[in-house]
């Protein structure tokens, strides 16, 4: 499997501000996601990554908040807008790529964002 | 969203002790996950299924994929104190991946 790297791995932000969140990986992936995991919770899918064109949103999940961009195949960023505390999660990329039991999902770290 | 069911929530366990966890849905699956979150990690993959029925085993764990389609069980056989954690199954249709509501280990050395 390859790596995932994700920054930050955590941040404290002030209510109103925006992060962007990145995620690298070193090796050409089929699929990228994003999800969130709310303090004590499961995971949630906000979207789906896709490259070169518009992300494509779960319900719950919106452009103007949670903008996202997949320039290539290794790359993506979450941007967390106008954050209030309500946001305070961890935000985790998700990959796939290959096929058979490779083909499943890996993930970062995850960034863990605390908003105040 | 979707959410999967687990049971149990949590549990305590002493070590050496075998253990028990299982996912339901109202929804069928073609292929059922489990995964594995140590505190600031993000979830490791211990077993894929991919047929129903299907029994498959990783070391001391076992998962079978529910002949329904619509449930999974993982075993943890002689558990030890690096278990501990939060045991998340998920299901997959097409790419897009459901995750339980987790149960979370705890083992009494």
């Known amino acids: 499997s390859a790596v995932i790297s994700q920054k930050p791995s955590r941040d404290i932000c002030q209510r109103g501000t925006s992060l962007t969140i990145q995620c690298q990986v070193d090796?050409?992936?089929?699929?990228m996601f994003w999800y969130r995991q709310q303090p004590g919770q499961s995971l949630t899918l906000i979207a789906t990554?896709?490259?070169?064109?518009?992300?494509t949103y779960e319900s719950g999940f919106v452009i103007d908040k949670f903008p996202i961009s997949r320039p290539n195949l290794t790359f993506s960023t979450l941007t967390v807008s106008n954050m209030s505390p309500e946001d305070s999660s961890i935000y985790l990329c998700?990959?796939?790529w290959g096929g058979g039991v490779d083909t499943e999902a890996f993930f970062g770290q995850g960034t863990r964002l605390t908003v105040v | 969203g979707q959410q999967l069911n687990q049971s149990p929530q949590s549990m305590f366990i002493q070590e050496g002790e075998d253990v028990s966890m299982n996912c339901t849905s109202s929804?069928?699956?073609?292929?059922w996950l489990w995964y594995k979150q140590d505190p600031g990690e993000g979830p490791v993959l211990l077993i894929a299924?991919?047929?129903?029925?299907e029994l498959t085993s990783n070391g001391r764990l076992t998962a079978q994929f529910g002949t329904t389609r619509k449930d999974s069980f993982l075993n943890i056989s002689a558990s030890i104190p690096s278990d501990v954690g939060i045991y998340f199954c998920?299901?997959?249709?097409?790419?897009?991946?459901?995750f339980g509501t987790g149960t979370r280990l705890k083992v009494l050395a």
């Open positions: 998700s990959v796939v």
């Open positions: 929804s069928i699956f073609n292929t």
């Open positions: 299924l991919y047929k129903a029925g």
């Open positions: 998920a299901g997959r249709g097409t790419y897009k991946y459901i």
């Open positions: 090796s050409q992936v089929t699929m």
């Open positions: 990554a896709n490259q070169g064109s518009e992300a």
